[in-house]
């Protein structure tokens, strides 16, 4: 047995290892500089728990990631091929192509609010497209630039670390890098499962902003976008969607339409016995998987704005009329704190007795429907009448029908600028709604329910039976900002 051998390949192996963790330790300050992109993608948190956690959590996190790759990559590697310049410059390569890999996945988050998966493919594919299809070149500069820099960096880091490794070793602060950065680990897990045990949505909320960090919950992203009341949640445990901060501020482009001569009547019934009166001698088609909020007055106000009731509170308060009204006469009729006009383009007419019946009767609709009989539940499903035989993919909410009507009849070009809802003579098959504390997201024919407190339930549009699906993390967070598009 050649022991002279051995020692000198035990020797290496050692001086191997040591460079690693300089290397690591390197790798996980340049990691923390990328990542703190994540830091300011979303608000900061509002207690000093909260930003606490963030700060921990951040450090202990990342450092756990990036030691992890060298334990899975380069470790390994320099145990089976204990040769020093290859191994630094294999590690520098792959190290180049982690921290690609994180800037990258910061760069998605920043823009679009979850990370790299391959649920998300479409969406980054999509992302990227449309960021080079701006500025084909410049995008092409900087993505290469960026890659040459932490190649750059991690060939500095690999050399240096090497050649100056014994002066490293006797560096003092090196006893204090492991438990700072250890305990930074330990603390942000503690400190979760007290949050997560005594409710502290602030803390909770941030389980989804570091990558492969803990899993996201409907209850996170609620809190993350703002959509909780975290006071009422502390108080009472009792979530209700926080729309009492809510701000709205309307387009300050003005609606394009081609023809404010064209003329479309809406009605609105109280209750299914009129709508049958009205309906007795008309030929209209039908939708069956038309869905209104079960509150009458988030019925309405969902049909004359043409944005969900999440803005229902701030719009009544600053007394502020529909945003598409400036440019389509419309008249409003018997509807509280909105006017009336005989000249009106567009009407809609909500009817609440057989007296209002006889008024209208002769009039033939564009859109009609009755409201909801019964509030057991946030969401009613039924049945909507038109004069056109439209199919659209998806479901149909209130705020679609004053959206198609802008749209079509009026000819209107920037409709999406003034509502959330889908022109249904398009093929649009995703939408976002609320009524009271139950968002409503839906793609095709698989529509989700979402409660204030986290719980989701997922069924068929049409058929109305359960699907067991998973909660779509990324087409939530993309229904949950289409939802605040109005807010500042």
């Not at 019946?357 to 429907?369: G, K, V």
């Not at 504390?437 to 068929?460: A, F, M, P, Q, R």
């Amino acid at each position: 047995m050649n022991l002279s051998s051995q020692q000198a390949f035990s020797s290496k192996a050692a001086k191997l290892l040591s460079w690693g963790h300089w290397f690591t330790f390197a790798n996980i300050l340049f990691a923390l500089l990328v990542s703190s992109l994540y830091l300011v993608s979303d608000p900061m948190p509002m207690t000093f728990s909260g930003k606490m956690f963030l700060l921990l959590n951040w450090l202990g996190h990342i450092s756990f990631l990036t030691f992890l790759c060298f334990v899975l990559t380069i470790f390994p590697l320099s145990l089976i091929f204990p040769y020093p310049r290859h191994i630094r410059g294999m590690a520098a390569v792959i190290a180049t192509f982690t921290m690609s890999l994180l800037a990258l996945d910061a760069y998605v988050y920043f823009q679009l609010g979850y990370h790299l998966s391959p649920q998300v493919f479409e969406q980054i594919v999509s992302l990227i497209s449309d960021t080079i299809s701006t500025n084909p070149s410049l995008s092409l500069i900087i993505a290469g630039g960026i890659i040459i820099v932490i190649l750059f960096f991690e060939l500095i880091a690999s050399n240096f670390t090497w050649r100056h490794l014994t002066e490293l070793r006797q560096k003092p602060f090196r006893r204090y890098i492991s438990p700072i950065f250890i305990s930074a680990f330990v603390a942000s897990h503690l400190l979760h499962i007290w949050a997560d045990a005594n409710v502290k949505l602030d803390i909770t909320k941030q389980d989804n902003v570091l990558p492969l960090s803990y899993p996201t919950t409907a209850k996170s992203l609620l809190a993350r976008y703002q959509l909780v009341d975290l006071d009422e949640y502390n108080k009472a445990q009792k979530v209700t969607f926080a729309n009492d901060k809510v701000t709205y501020v309307a387009s300050n482009k003005p609606l394009q339409c081609n023809t404010t001569s064209a003329q479309a009547i809406v009605l609105v019934f109280d209750d299914h016995a009129l709508l049958a009166q009205y309906l007795s001698d008309k030929s209209l088609y039908t939708t069956e998987n038309f869905y209104q909020p079960a509150n009458p007055r988030e019925s309405l106000f969902n049909l004359v704005y043409g944005i969900p009731s999440y803005y229902q509170k701030v719009i009544r308060a600053q007394g502020v009329l529909p945003a598409w009204s400036n440019k389509v006469n419309a008249s409003f009729i018997n509807l509280p704190r909105l006017a009336e006009d005989d000249t009106a383009n567009l009407t809609v007419n909500y009817v609440k007795s057989e007296s209002e019946l006889a008024q209208i009767n002769s009039l033939e609709a564009d859109f009609a429907f009755a409201l909801a009989d019964n509030e057991d539940n946030a969401w009613s499903k039924s049945t909507l009448y038109m004069a056109e035989d439209i199919a659209p993919l998806g479901i149909i909410t209130p705020q679609d029908i004053i959206t198609s009507i802008l749209a079509n009849k009026f000819s209107c070009q920037n409709v999406q600028q003034f509502t959330l809802g889908n022109n249904l003579y398009n093929e649009n098959d995703t939408g976002v709604n609320i009524s009271g504390n139950t968002l409503l997201i839906y793609k095709k024919d698989k529509l989700t329910l979402l409660t204030s407190d986290g719980k989701h339930e997922t069924v068929s549009a049409q058929q109305g039976f359960a699907i067991d699906s998973d909660l779509e993390v990324p087409f939530l967070v993309e229904s949950l900002k289409k939802l605040k598009q109005f807010e500042q």
